[in-house]
């Protein structure tokens, strides 16, 4: 069975400053996973998606993501917060037809 | 881009209301899917569609029902809605290969009075 843990339902960060959001998964065969991004009152848009193709997943506005299979990992990174970064940022690992979500976590940008 | 749209941004239904959320795509995804998002609890999966008239149970399909006679859309039924069920639904669209990313629609904030 697939699923995924997003540890930290919040996280801070002062402006100019790393962003981690941490993911771990479990899948019993090779995962497909994903980092969306949800601002207030809208859908989900995707950030990034790893498909076996190279483990360092590069998305859009300036996060990516390494992809450990030893640890079970999929950590989103971005080196330098930005105000418009405050956003729900979801973990998501794909099983069959179905993806499997994490709980989310809530980025706070710090001025 | 994808486009995935959904019929209502708000709505306001009483309890005991029959009511119908609509969703439609138009990049000829194979499959499509209804989550509803509450707080604390990320989304949930309701029912997903991996061909037109074919649908599957997703985690939460009680009190619900959907319908896909045409492969753009999608609908979700609340057939006797409840204070419960006041939540923010989100469908979502994909092509049937495995890999390809969900693309889903600005959601629907639905409250049941």
């Known amino acids: 069975a697939q699923s995924v843990t997003q540890l930290g339902s919040h996280v801070s960060v002062s402006e100019g400053a790393l962003v981690l959001l941490r993911c771990n998964y479990s899948s019993s065969v090779p995962p497909y996973l994903f980092w969306y991004v949800q601002y207030p009152n809208q859908g989900l848009q995707l950030l990034l998606k790893?498909?076996?193709?190279?483990?360092l997943v590069k998305g859009i506005n300036g996060f990516e993501a390494e992809f450990k299979k030893s640890e079970t990992s999929f950590h989103l990174t971005k080196p330098s917060a930005h105000m418009s970064d405050a956003a729900e940022y979801f973990c998501a690992v794909q099983g069959g037809n179905q993806f499997y979500f994490g709980t989310g976590t809530s980025l706070t940008v710090i001025p | 881009d994808v486009k995935v749209t959904q019929s209502s941004r708000y709505l306001v239904k009483r309890t005991g209301e029959k009511v119908f959320l609509e969703c439609v795509q138009d990049?000829?995804?194979?499959?499509m899917f209804w989550y509803r998002q509450d707080p604390g609890l990320g989304l949930r999966l309701i029912y997903f569609?991996?061909?037109?008239?074919?649908?599957e149970k997703g985690d939460i399909p009680e009190g619900y029902s959907v319908s896909r006679e045409k492969k753009e859309r999608f609908s979700l039924i609340l057939e006797s809605a409840s204070t419960n069920q006041t939540s923010m639904y989100l469908c979502?669209?994909?092509?049937?290969?495995?890999?390809?990313?969900?693309?889903f629609g600005d959601g629907t904030r639905l409250s049941i009075l």
């Open positions: 569609s991996y061909d037109v008239k074919m649908k």
């Open positions: 990049m000829d995804h194979e499959n």
């Open positions: 979502a669209s994909k092509p049937g290969a495995r890999g390809q990313p969900q693309h």
């Open positions: 790893y498909t076996s193709a190279a483990t």
